[in-house]
Nanobody
């Protein structure tokens, strides 16, 4: 069983920055990839970014490339999402997620079997 707890959300003006954190527990963190997803009101959950178990490989959704950075600290069992140049359309609940061991970088929500409770990010114009 894996427990994921997100933090760091809040209200920010357009152009501002936030850093989300996701603390993991329950299994060896460095054995698996991690991902971030988001869900805006009335929309489906969408992929944001993913990072390999070592941190050496990352993948991003096109609209966040160059603005968001995913990273991880395996010693702290934590994955981060640094969000810069935020836009009102980034407003959503952000979730971190963990796939089963052996699943690499994935942008598909169905390949992730553990999810955090989410943290709200609101970007005002």
């Amino acid at each position: 069983q894996v427990q994921l707890v997100e933090s760091g959300g809040g209200l920010v003006q357009a152009g501002g920055s936030l850093r989300l954190s996701c603390a993991a527990s329950g299994r060896t963190f460095s054995n698996y990839a991690m991902g971030w997803f988001r869900q805006a009101p009335g929309k489906e959950r969408e992929f944001v970014a993913a990072i390999s178990w070592s941190g050496g490989n990352t993948v991003y959704e096109d609209s966040v490339k160059g603005r968001f950075t995913i990273s991880r600290d395996n010693a702290k069992n934590t994955v981060y999402l640094q969000m810069n140049s935020l836009k009102p359309e980034d407003t959503a609940v952000y979730y971190c997620a963990a796939p089963p061991v052996g699943i690499g970088l994935s942008s598909y929500a169905y390949e992730y079997d553990y999810w955090g409770q989410g943290t709200q990010v609101t970007v005002s114009s």
